[in-house]
């Protein structure tokens, strides 16, 4: 999840700062230096454009081919620069070097809006070292750092990770789209998945079956690598490509998917070849006739049949590898059906890898895949669920620990309180969710008491914000904060609703709730009127902002905020999961507006009317929602069980 959970360039105020992004245009030149497929400029203009619209500096850096000598003019970026100029309609200032005293001085005369592209990076054999000293030069060009090069991001290099040492740093559109397909695809896929593997050799892809292995429906084998499984299963192979020493590996993973109820498909027949040129002679053979002398070089039509049929029943597609030497037209068939089925499929198919995509490309049925990985060797990797360097250092978006809090109201007994968590205590032992208890205050000791040493922290649903005084049947703080209670639950509807709770009195417990070293769970929320009436959001913003009149922003990113629509409390009628992140969003915006971005990404904000066992885990997985606050479901300890382990 950590990949896939990152910020974007959406997530951090670009506004009039200089913006260094590391884009892959490591495009082909000809003879003459001029660019002969500008895809990879073109794929990186999305980025690029919502900086200058939204008032960056944009400072561009890249490699281009393996320069090894420091500058030479047949690496320069310049018609990269000139390229991308064209396509944005707008000058794009060409530095001399990259870090030098030509680059230096155009980075700090850049104005809002305008776009200058640095020299090569790798003139600097400090790049691929990814040295320190080199990483701070740069960095000391930008005060942000955004990756939207998918295609190193497998390379820790100064300009692709050591950067993020310096600067914050966030992913670009292009980046964001790679994890947003791989990373669902390989966390949460629509089924039946399948996974398509080809190319030359079992050694370059062990890792990615590996991983996908326990991942996949189907895993469908082509191409080369086909040869090391079909001898393993004692077929024989005649002169076709195999790794001899990886026949048991390949026996092993066959056993694995047999045991986990994995379909793993071979060829059934292939087109032989005898030598490994494109005008050898060529026929059919089936896989248990393959004749000596001959060598599989594609996959034959009953091959062809049994593969496309089962990707056309996939949800999701996964492909990397060609199916054939389809670099040898006599040899493209399999690979040209494969990208035809998957393209015909209907689901939501993912491409990766140099001769994958060349072939859906070249074929025309590039806009009918879902998905193609701009990343030769990093989408393999990615496929592989090892953790880019480039990724890796990217700030995560959303590290907030889910809440799942109980509120009891008005119920048990101080002794039917302790047995209570006595029997929670192990069933919530290994909760990802923070885990609290709101209970009545006679409880509050011998709950506490109860809970030592466990992952059980408590509540209080309320506290006055005086020190103490006459105010008969009142808390104050620091009775609560003696008997060692974490939270206190202020402004809820239903004391402001029966006890002349307001969002001024909701802000002088906040205070107090601080002042006695604990935390507060503020509670917002609108009647069935007012939503009906429109007037929701602006009475959230209200409510959160006077809410927090005076507090910090330390304070902000340690308390937490539940938004509670009045109408769906007890009455067993739930917002839908869109409307809870809506409002959720709202408070959050409402957060970052008053504070910054950083305190927004921190506070907790949590969503509670009716919350079940069967709804928290959808809602809990909504962007802007952080956890529950829980009312009946939390007096029962199946549901507070299934609710506090939502994510499992
Ligand atoms: N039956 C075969 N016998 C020998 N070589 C094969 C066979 N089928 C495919 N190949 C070779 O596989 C190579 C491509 O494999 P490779 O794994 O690089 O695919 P890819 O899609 O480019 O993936 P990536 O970009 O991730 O490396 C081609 O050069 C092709 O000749
Ligand atoms: O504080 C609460 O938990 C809310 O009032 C929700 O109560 P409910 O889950 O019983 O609707």
Same mark, same amino acid.
């Given at each position: 999840?950590?990949?896939?959970?990152?910020?974007?360039?959406?997530?951090?105020?670009?506004?009039?700062?200089?913006?260094?992004?590391?884009?892959?245009?490591?495009?082909?030149?000809?003879?003459?230096?001029?660019?002969?497929?500008?895809?990879?400029?073109?794929?990186?203009?999305?980025?690029?454009?919502?900086?200058?619209?939204?008032?960056?500096?944009?400072?561009?850096?890249?490699?281009?081919?393996?320069?090894?000598?420091?500058?030479?003019?047949?690496?320069? #970026?310049?018609?990269?620069?000139?390229?991308?100029?064209?396509?944005?309609?707008?000058?794009?200032?060409?530095?001399?070097?990259?870090?030098?005293?030509?680059?230096?001085?155009?980075?700090?005369?850049?104005?809002?809006?305008?776009?200058?592209?640095?020299?090569?990076?790798?003139?600097?054999?400090?790049?691929?070292?990814?040295?320190?000293?080199?990483?701070?030069?740069?960095?000391?060009?930008?005060?942000?750092?955004?990756?939207?090069?998918?295609?190193?991001?497998?390379?820790?290099?100064?300009?692709?990770?050591?950067?993020?040492?310096?600067?914050?740093?966030?992913?670009?559109?292009?980046?964001?789209?790679?994890?947003?397909?791989?990373?669902?695809?390989?966390?949460?896929?629509?089924?039946?998945?399948?996974?398509?593997?080809?190319?030359?050799?079992?050694?370059?892809?062990?890792?990615?079956?590996?991983?996908?292995?326990?991942?996949?429906?189907?895993?469908?084998?082509?191409?080369?690598?086909?040869?090391?499984?079909?001898?393993?299963?004692?077929?024989?192979?005649?002169?076709?490509?195999?790794?001899?020493?990886?026949?048991?590996?390949?026996?092993?993973?066959?056993?694995?998917?047999?045991?986990?109820?994995?379909?793993?498909?071979?060829?059934?027949?292939?087109?032989?070849?005898?030598?490994?040129?494109?005008?050898?002679?060529?026929?059919?053979?089936?896989?248990?006739?393959?004749?000596?002398?001959?060598?599989?070089?594609?996959?034959?039509?009953?091959?062809?049949?049994?593969?496309?049929?089962?990707?056309?029943?996939?949800?999701?597609?996964?492909?990397?590898?060609?199916?054939?030497?389809?670099?040898?037209?006599?040899?493209?068939?399999?690979?040209?059906?494969?990208?035809?089925?998957?393209?015909?499929?209907?689901?939501?198919?993912?491409?990766?890898?140099?001769?994958?995509?060349?072939?859906?490309?070249?074929?025309?049925?590039?806009?009918?895949?879902?998905?193609?990985?701009?990343?030769?060797?990093?989408?393999?990797?990615?496929?592989?669920?090892?953790?880019?360097?480039?990724?890796?250092?990217?700030?995560?978006?959303?590290?907030?620990?889910?809440?799942?809090?109980?509120?009891?109201?008005?119920?048990?007994?101080?002794?039917?309180?302790?047995?209570?968590?006595?029997?929670?205590?192990?069933?919530?032992?290994?909760?990802?969710?923070?885990?609290?208890?709101?209970?009545?205050?006679?409880?509050?000791?011998?709950?506490?008491?109860?809970?030592?040493?466990?992952?059980?922290?408590?509540?209080?649903?309320?506290?006055?914000?005086?020190?103490?005084?006459?105010?008969?049947?009142?808390?104050?703080?620091?009775?609560?904060?003696?008997?060692?209670?974490?939270?206190?639950?202020?402004?809820?509807?239903?004391?402001?609703?029966?006890?002349?709770?307001?969002?001024?009195?909701?802000?002088?417990?906040?205070?107090?709730?601080?002042?006695?070293? #604990?935390?507060?769970?503020?509670?917002?929320?609108?009647?069935?009127?007012?939503?009906?009436?429109?007037?929701?959001?602006?009475?959230?913003?209200?409510?959160?902002?006077?809410?927090?009149?005076?507090?910090?922003?330390?304070?902000?990113?340690?308390?937490?905020?539940?938004?509670?629509?009045?109408?769906?409390?007890?009455?067993?009628?739930?917002?839908?999961?869109?409307?809870?992140?809506?409002?959720?969003?709202?408070?959050?915006?409402?957060?970052?507006?008053?504070?910054?971005?950083?305190?927004?990404?921190?506070?907790?904000?949590?969503?509670?009317?009716?919350?079940?066992?069967?709804?928290?885990?959808?809602?809990?997985?909504?962007?802007?929602?952080?956890?529950?606050?829980?009312?009946?479901?939390?007096?029962?300890?199946?549901?507070?069980?299934?609710?506090?382990?939502?994510?499992?």
């Amino acid at each position: 999840m950590g990949m896939m959970n990152k910020k974007t360039i959406e997530d951090i105020d670009v506004k009039g700062k200089k913006v260094i992004v590391r884009v892959d245009f490591n495009v082909p030149l000809d003879e003459n230096r001029k660019i002969t497929d500008d895809k990879r400029i073109v794929g990186a203009l999305p980025t690029i454009k919502y900086l200058v619209e939204n008032g960056a500096k944009t400072i561009l850096v890249s490699h281009l081919g393996r320069p090894k000598n420091g500058f030479e003019d047949k690496y320069s #970026m310049k018609p990269t620069a000139e390229r991308l100029s064209e396509l944005l309609g707008k000058e794009v200032v060409m530095a001399a070097d990259v870090i030098g005293e030509d680059a230096k001085a155009k980075a700090a005369s850049l104005k809002s809006g305008e776009v200058l592209m640095l020299e090569n990076v790798r003139f600097h054999k400090e790049e691929e070292k990814n040295n320190a000293d080199f990483a701070k030069e740069l960095a000391s060009l930008a005060e942000i750092f955004v990756n939207d090069a998918f295609g190193t991001a497998h390379r820790a290099h100064a300009s692709t990770a050591g950067l993020a040492d310096y600067l914050p740093a966030v992913c670009g559109f292009l980046i964001q789209k790679e994890l947003n397909f791989m990373g669902k695809a390989l966390a949460n896929p629509a089924r039946p998945f399948v996974a398509i593997l080809g190319g030359a050799k079992v050694s370059d892809k062990i890792a990615v079956i590996e991983n996908l292995i326990d991942k996949v429906d189907t895993l469908i084998i082509g191409g080369g690598m086909a040869y090391t499984f079909l001898k393993a299963k004692g077929y024989k192979i005649g002169n076709s490509i195999c790794e001899n020493d990886k026949i048991d590996l390949a026996k092993s993973l066959m056993e694995k998917a047999e045991k986990k109820g994995i379909k793993l498909m071979l060829p059934i027949g292939s087109i032989v070849g005898q030598e490994f040129k494109n005008d050898t002679e060529h026929k059919y053979v089936p896989s248990d006739d393959m004749p000596d002398g001959w060598m599989g070089m594609d996959i034959g039509s009953l091959t062809i049949e049994k593969f496309s049929k089962e990707i056309k029943k996939a949800k999701t597609v996964i492909w990397n590898g060609p199916m054939g030497v389809f670099e040898f037209p006599n040899f493209a068939t399999g690979t040209k059906e494969v990208a035809k089925a998957v393209a015909e499929s209907g689901s939501i198919s993912i491409v990766g890898g140099g001769d994958s995509a060349a072939a859906v490309e070249q074929l025309g049925f590039a806009d009918k895949i879902t998905h193609i990985s701009t990343g030769g060797g990093a989408s393999l990797e990615f496929l592989e669920g090892k953790e880019l360097p480039g990724i890796a250092v990217l700030m995560d978006k959303n590290s907030r620990k889910k809440i799942a809090a109980g509120n009891w109201k008005m119920n048990k007994t101080a002794k039917e309180a302790v047995e209570f968590v006595e029997a929670l205590k192990p069933r919530v032992a290994d909760a990802d969710a923070e885990v609290v208890v709101g209970v009545p205050f006679v409880c509050i000791p011998g709950v506490k008491s109860a809970v030592e040493g466990s992952n059980i922290k408590v509540a209080a649903q309320n506290m006055h914000w005086e020190e103490k005084g006459a105010f008969t049947g009142e808390i104050s703080g620091s009775m609560l904060s003696d008997l060692g209670v974490d939270y206190v639950i202020i402004g809820h509807s239903e004391r402001r609703q029966y006890f002349a709770e307001t969002d001024e009195t909701v802000n002088k417990k906040a205070h107090a709730v601080f002042k006695y070293g #604990m935390t507060p769970i503020i509670c917002v929320g609108e009647s069935l009127t007012q939503r009906e009436q429109g007037i929701m959001p602006d009475l959230i913003r209200y409510q959160v902002k006077i809410a927090l009149l005076g507090l910090d922003a330390e304070q902000v990113k340690k308390l937490v905020i539940a938004y509670e629509p009045i109408w769906a409390i007890g009455t067993g009628k739930t917002a839908t999961n869109e409307q809870a992140n809506e409002v959720c969003a709202i408070i959050r915006e409402t957060v970052k507006s008053l504070y910054d971005g950083e305190t927004s990404d921190s506070v907790r904000i949590q969503y509670g009317g009716s919350v079940t066992a069967a709804s928290a885990g959808e809602l809990f997985s909504m962007s802007d929602i952080d956890g529950g606050l829980v009312g009946g479901a939390s007096l029962k300890l199946d549901d507070f069980e299934k609710i506090a382990k939502y994510n499992k």
